[in-house]
């Protein structure tokens, strides 16, 4: 039996980024590494801000298919991406150690006021598609004007140099990974008790075919089971609201103690109110539900 192993990932430079990276942790093992690059529907379509797209999992179907059809054996997604149901014949596999959860607000140099909160100008024109980063932005500063931006991390970054936008708001993991050169913008770290992040942002996750036990084998070497214990909390509150990505939602769990530590924002719109809830338990049972129960009060 051939012990090459296929990874499907996306084309853009972060993806590469995240599929290099479970490629050299395989080659660790000895396994020998493929890489082949899948089109997405979310790739192929930058008009549109991503609510305004059909269907969930628009960066993730293709490859997902390309799974099913024996074309490939891994799939590497930002684990923030993927439905919280997993698509009949896949599986995740493992998943990785967590990069920053947190959020990286950039501001453009000429937008900069130290005298207000997160340091960028009143009436600023705040750039993201994300309708959980809408409702704690606005949340915070309801000064702003928001104004989707789609395209990958350093598109999205150019547009902000160009002065389309005064800020922008990224995952912090994401340009981590790209070590992009930020020194002429102000970057400021939101933390994650004041910006609740997405479930299981930071998190990469490694899906196969589960009837493939030679893959699930292979990767279950790479699992980080506490990192696992985490999102199944934050994605379990996720699946619960019966929300995708499109939800203004942000769940972010920590363990410290043996006691868990869940940090919640919740708004029915983005442009509706948000609730900051936290929850503290010493036990994982049934805890996203009582989080959903009290969150639909």
Known sequence: MSNLIRIGTRGSELALWQANFVKSELEKQGVEVELIIIKTQGDQIQHLSLDKLEGKGFFTKE?????????????????????????????????????????LLLIHPNSIDKSKKWSFKEGAVVGTSSSRRKSQVLHHRPDITLKDI??????????????????????KAGVDRLALDLSDLLAIELSTTEFVPAPAQGVLALQCRSNDQRVIDILSQLNHTEVQRLISIERGVLNKMKGGCHLPLGVFAEERNQEFTVRVSYAKAWDMPVRYITFKSDHIEKLADQIVDSLMK
């Open 150 to 171: 789609r395209g990958n991390v350093p598109t999205r970054v150019n547009k902000l140099r160009q002065g389309e936008f005064d800020a922008i708001l990224l995952a």
């Open 63 to 103: 490859i997902e298919h390309a799974l099913l059809q024996n074309e490939v054996d891994i799939a590497v997604h930002s684990h923030k991406d993927l439905e919280t149901e997993q698509p009949l014949g896949l599986t995740i596999a493992a998943v990785s150690a967590r990069a920053a959860a947190s959020e």
